[in-house]
């Protein structure tokens, strides 16, 4: 076998992982090796990848009631104020992203944004409460400052920097109020504060707030 012939070998292997790897709907993948007497054969490669989505579960459609979300918003008011807005959650999984798909939204470098989360929510105790922040990471300036959970309704309140766009995706939850308006949920309620440091970690307070 030629040298010419095992580059094209090679290169087909590789636009049938890109290809196989990568589609919405992962399949194993058939890859052509070559062997020392210049015959070829086929090797079957299981795609790991399908079997880590079914372990996860980030089949969304059949673990969730609730649809996929990918929703970009815009708060208002001041870059240098946070403000509460309101995700309402159901008795389902969440799976929480927010992000800033530029640096550059909004105005010249303001900053970049990825935020990922799980959890369940619990309601007067008849689901389990479970949050887990996997990643807040930001660049020139901090986003989110705080996330609690309100427990007698299940909403979820993130404190998000005002005059700043946000993508929301994700599934498992709903976009319920993103006014700069304080916010009043079960009786309790949740105010605006100003941007003091921006090296202050992600704060959760208390659920339990009255």
């Known amino acids: 076998m030629t040298a010419l012939e095992k580059l094209i070998i090679f290169m087909n292997n590789i636009i049938k992982f890109l290809r196989d790897f990568s589609s919405t709907t992962p399949k194993d993948v058939e890859l052509t090796t070559y062997n020392?007497?210049?015959t070829t054969s086929t090797t079957l490669v299981p795609n790991v990848k399908k079997?880590?989505?079914n372990l996860i579960g980030i089949d969304y459609n059949t673990l969730s009631n609730k649809?996929?979300?990918?929703?970009?918003?815009?708060?208002?008011?001041?870059?240098?104020?946070?403000?509460?807005?309101?995700?309402?959650?159901?008795?389902?999984?969440?799976?929480?992203?927010?992000?800033?798909?530029s640096i550059h939204w909004?105005?010249?470098?303001?900053?970049?944004?990825?935020?990922e989360s799980k959890f369940f929510t619990t309601h007067w105790g008849h689901g389990a409460d479970f949050y887990i922040d996997i990643?807040?990471?930001y660049k020139e300036r901090k986003f989110i400052a705080r996330r609690c959970v309100e427990y007698k309704s299940g909403s979820v309140i993130?404190?998000?920097?005002?005059?700043?766009?946000?993508?929301?995706?994700?599934f498992g939850y709903s976009i319920?109020?993103?006014?700069?308006?304080?916010?009043?949920v079960r009786g309790s309620i949740y105010?605006?504060?100003?941007?003091?440091?921006?090296?202050?970690?992600?704060?959760?307070?208390?659920?339990?707030?009255?």
């Open 36 to 38: 020392d007497d210049g």
């Open 51 to 53: 079997f880590q989505d």
């Open 67 to 101: 649809p996929l979300i990918n929703q970009k918003i815009t708060i208002g008011g001041s870059l240098d104020v946070y403000y509460p807005i309101v995700l309402g959650t159901g008795y389902t999984a969440c799976h929480l992203i927010v992000s800033r798909d």
């Open 106 to 115: 909004d105005s010249n470098g303001q900053g970049r944004l990825y935020y």
């Open 135 to 137: 990643l807040n990471l």
């Open 158 to 170: 993130l404190w998000l920097r005002g005059a700043s766009s946000y993508r929301f995706s994700g």
């Open 176 to 184: 319920s109020d993103i006014s700069i308006e304080d916010k009043e």
């Open 191 to 210: 105010s605006s504060f100003p941007a003091i440091s921006e090296n202050e970690e992600l704060a959760t307070i208390n659920r339990y707030l009255s």
